[in-house]
């Protein structure tokens, strides 16, 4: 592989509450290339928060430091607020794992999106419009010029997700951090829109850091996984070996999917051991 | 089969006008036995929670017919029928007030409904759903994804309905979670025989726990199948295929396949 898009060294996300330090995130370091890397793991185990860091998202509580934050020649730990304007949404995207919120409930989604398309490139409003119904249509929403009218409430929540996917792409950035982008789609508008991702990938160069519950599909759609429990990487695979993972943790995870082929009486829920803690 | 639970005829529910008049539930009709889970899958936009929110007298805009538990669904707000059927939602922070107590968002439809013991209730449907009665006190703030879904649960658990209407109650939630809400909702349904319908993307999740299960796209119900017939890939819509098939994972190939058919339709 050749320069990474992004290098993550030691990593650390912590809060400071009444009841102690909590440590969201403890010192993790990847890289990541024009490739597609997943992260997945229990809840609460930093993803989010690591997705976050890498744009300074993180709440104003929040104390992160890191050995080396570095987004091409970009010094992202150095940069200050007024840099990270300039790169957030421009070369780098970041899909909130809840578009609702993410979303301006008074402003109809079509201006949202053209307005983020104007932002990053200087264009005609008749332009930004056609560039918006073509995005929509390419992550599959049937009738772009309906949904180009609606506001945040009168989508589905499959929508709601494909419209902030097309919101972030739009800008064409150069990393994109996907936090759960799919989870509310079918699964076969789910490929399509992977299918997009995937594209951007190997033509464009993209790298993508794809946070995501769907072991199978991180198994089948990523090139590489990173298993984080209690704020650590405890594994990490070629996404297709996956299933063969040995960590009793990602063991876990995989048994307590329900299957489409088995009927279990019950699913196995984790039981969590000390020792991972300091694995 | 007895007498179904739940009895839904011809039900359409469109929204707009004009040029962006869009029928959502076009004409659907199904029906589900005592003690049954009905699974419900479709692409995303195909009205599978316009279903729902309809039957449930969230949404009154509707017209055909639909009968829970011998009582006709109303097309005006009808506070009784809360007591019959209840939904659960996806999205475990939004459907608790961020400023309300478990307590109080417990007590809320107690209140409304003049029930008495509201403090046995409230007792009785927390360690129902696993938790304890401590957790009374707590602000959703407070909760964890999974306790928060364990929350919305019991909110729906404490008027004693017959069936819950559960939209993607897991899709936010960690496999792990997950897989202590599927046992939850096994475990509740045993003892309260209650009826489910569970709307999922996900089929295992539908494998899981459905014995039927309808496939929707664009406002109608293509087919309905036993989950006996889903697991071995015995359907009759291409479209249903289609999804069985992509539930497997991403790869380019079935893309492809996908995309064709999409081009064709
Ligand atoms: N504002 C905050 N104050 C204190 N702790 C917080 C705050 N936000 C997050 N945390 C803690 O940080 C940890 C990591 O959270 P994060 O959101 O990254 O988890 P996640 O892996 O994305 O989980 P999920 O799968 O549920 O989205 C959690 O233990 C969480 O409780
Ligand atoms: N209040 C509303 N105003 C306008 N259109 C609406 C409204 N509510 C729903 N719709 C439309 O009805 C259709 C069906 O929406 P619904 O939420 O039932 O889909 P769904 O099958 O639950 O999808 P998903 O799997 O994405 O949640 C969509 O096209 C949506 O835009
Ligand atoms: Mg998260
Ligand atoms: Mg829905």
Redesign the interface.
Known sequence: MSEPILTVDGLSVSFRSPQGVVQAVRGISFTVGREKVGIVGESGSGKSMTGRAILKLTPPSAEVSARVLRFRDIDLAAADERAMRGIRGDRIGMILQDPKFALNPVQTVGRQIAEAFRIHRSASSAEAKERTLAMLEAVKIRNPRRVFDLYPHEVSGGMGQRIMIAMMLIPEPDLLIADEPTSALDVTVRLSVLRILDELVSDRGLGLIFISHDLNLVATFCDRVLIMYAGRIVESLPAVELHRAQHPYTRGLLDSLPRINERRERLPVLTRDPAWLTA | MSAPVISVRDLRVS??RG??L?HAVDGVSFEVAEGEVFGL??????GK?TILRAISGLNTEWTGSATIAGRPVAHRRDPAMARIVQMVF??P??SLHPKHTVETALMEPIRIHGLDNGARRIDRVLTEVGLSPAFRYRYPHQL???QRQRVAIARALILEPRVLLLD?PT??????????I??LL?DIKRMENLTYVLVS?????I???CDRVAVMNHGVMLEELT?ED??RGRMRHDYTR???E???????R??TR??EADAAA
């Open positions: 929204f707009g040029a962006s869009i899958v479709g692409e995303s936009g195909c929670s996806q999205d922070y939004g964890s994804g999974g993607e899709s936010a939630l960690d496999v792990s979670v997950q897989a202590e599927l046992n096994s993307h996900d089929f295992g999740v494998a899981h726990m989950i889903l697991m289609e999804l069985y992509a539930s497997a994972g991403y790869s380019r079935l893309e996908a995309d």
